[in-house]
C-alpha cells in the first residue's frame, strides 16, 4: 500500500469515528435533555403544590413563595442538575442545567455537553387547573 492509500485511510476512519461520536454523543445528549425537562417539570410540580395555608381556608388558593422554592430545590439535590426557581403568584419556572460526558467526541476534544431545561407549573385554581 502507498503513502497515498495509507493517508486516505487514516483520514476515512477519522472521519468514521468522528461521524460515529456524533451520532452516540448525540444520543446521549438528547436523552439527558429529555431529562433535563423532566427534573424541571417534576421540580416545578412540586412546587406548586406548595400552597399558601392561610389564604387556602380563606378560599383563596395562591402558592406559598418560600415554600414553594425551597419545595422545587429540595427536588433538585436528589439530582445531578442544578437549577433555579421562579415564583410569581400562581406560576412556578424551573430552568435546570446538567451536563453528559461524551463518549466518543472525547477523542476530538469535545469532554462534556451541557444541557439545559425548564418547565412552568401553576397552583391549583378554582376551576380545578
Known sequence: ?????????????????AVAGLVIDGGYVMSAKRDAERVAEQAARAAADQLDVGKLRSGEQEIEPRQAAQAARDYLAHTDMRGTVHVAGNDVVVEVTGHQESVILSAFGKSAWTVHGSARASGIDEAGG
Open 1 to 17: 500500500m502507498d503513502e497515498k492509500n495509507r493517508k486516505y485511510l487514516i483520514n476515512s476512519d477519522a472521519l468514521q469515528l
